[in-house]
């Protein structure tokens, strides 16, 4: 008998491919369950409709790019760093490498290029839970470059939400800049602007 983890995951890798493949408001339970050869009960005992079982998509997503880019590593060197080199350093690095992987990543490209409404709550009004599952990552690496003294000081979690702010605003606007900037020139602009504002 298949695990619940398993039995998650096979249906957040299908809503991911529906929403890839069709865009967020085609995209139904129904769909999902038939390709992740599951019974549609099984798809709606875990979430209620859609926007759930997108919701807990995109933070999946994000969560793995964090990860990924080493975000949560506390600010200490991984194996991409190089000696004695600083916190904040490492966390623009880092900060950088989440916003190119998200400007690479299908379910966020389709989402910002077809359905960028569906942001709006997230990107005007409210935090959510993808934001907060960010915020609990970089607010210690933050805390930690205040400690070695490359980061300024000043509240960690306010600084920390101005980094995830700043990375989700070039995120979305990127067709703003693609006139005059190609996506590797955008994010070089973001950690030019993320150093200055991180600096002592």
Known sequence: MASKRNVDDRILDAARACVEDFGVRRTTLTDVARRAGVSRPTVYRRWPDATALVAD???RELRRILLEEGVASDGRPGEDDRPGESVRVRLVRRA???ARAMLAHPLFTRIVDTEPELLTTYTFQRL???HRVA??????VVAEGQRDGSVRAGDPAVLARFVLVTVQGTVTSRRLFADVL???GLV???AASLDGYLAP
Do not use: C, F, N, W
Request: aromatic share 0%; charged share 30%; no cysteine.
């Open 182 to 184: 190609d996506e590797a």
């Open 128 to 130: 959510g839970t993808s």
């Open 57 to 59: 998509l995109i933070t």
């Open 135 to 140: 915020l609990e990552l970089v607010e210690p």
């Open 188 to 190: 070089d602009e973001l």
């Open 96 to 98: 950088s490498g989440v």
